[in-house]
């Protein structure tokens, strides 16, 4: 009972952070909202897979998508920074 | 036991300050790790934040900082108790090498937050509820109010500074 209290509450600011990411209109600011949605996303991959071997997916998917934002702001950053 | 709707808001608030009293203590308001982390708080300052907290909020988007373990420790306490949250502590860590980042922040915030909520999963706390919780945590600094957020960090980093 208690983790399908925890899993609705993942859940639905997965769904709050994705729908506010794709709203705000400046590239920057839609990643602290995607990070947001990948916390969830990660909670929700252990919530629902309860086995000791999915920390390691949970760990492997939030690094991944940590990695690819640090690559988006970063390469966006250097592009701008030589126009 | 309390019950699940008062365990997660004390759960929240404990990882709350956890994670923004290690991240601060390990300087991360100061400077961005990475370009990106830099242009995320310039963003924000011109948006009507503070620059330190919008450079903490870019940091915590581009590498895995003490809330990242904060949120894994969890994860591995509830699939495997303590040693599933030292075991997450360790991959912290390596995401950290990964990200290009000393890693002290993620794995001392894993390591701190595993024994944290090994503590009061004794006392009788379910520990999904501090996964809940860490979620609510960062709800709450990365995807309310960005300007409010990164002033009331800036506020916290001027007593430390």
């Given amino acids: 009972m208690a983790a399908l209290i925890a899993l609705y509450v993942c859940g639905l600011i997965a769904l709050f952070a994705a729908i506010r990411t794709v709203v705000e209109p400046e590239p920057y ?10 916390f969830a996303i990660a909670g929700l991959i252990v919530l629902i897979l309860a086995h000791p071997l999915s920390i390691l997916a949970a760990a492997a998917y939030f690094v991944g998508s940590t990695l690819e934002a640090n690559a988006i702001a970063s390469t966006r950053a250097a592009v701008m920074e030589n126009d | 036991m309390l019950a699940d709707f008062i365990q997660i808001p004390i759960a929240a608030a404990l990882c709350w300050i956890l994670f923004v009293a290690v991240d601060i203590v390990f300087r991360l ?16 300052e ?25 949120l894994l420790a969890a994860c591995g306490v509830y699939v495997a108790g303590l040693p599933g949250g030292l075991a997450a502590a360790v991959l912290v860590f390596i995401g950290n090498r990964i990200c290009h980042d000393p890693g002290s922040a993620g794995t001392t915030g894993a390591v701190l937050a595993s024994v944290m909520i090994s503590g009061f999963v004794v006392l009788g706390f379910a520990p999904e509820n501090f996964i809940a919780g860490m ?3 960062i709800l709450t600094i990365q995807g309310l109010s960005h300007p409010h957020a990164s002033r009331l960090l800036a506020r916290i980093w001027g007593w430390r500074h």
Avoid at chain 2, 49 to 66: E, R, W, Y
């Fill in chain 2, 135 to 137: 979620v609510i945590a």
């Fill in chain 1, 29 to 38: 600011r839609k990643l602290p909202y995607l990070n947001v949605m990948n």
């Fill in chain 2, 29 to 44: 308001p100061e400077k961005g790790g990475v370009k990106g982390a830099t242009a995320i708080g310039r963003k924000i």
């Fill in chain 2, 46 to 70: 011109e948006d009507g934040g503070a620059l330190a907290g919008g450079t903490m909020m870019g940091n915590i988007v581009s590498s895995p900082d003490a809330s990242a373990g904060t």
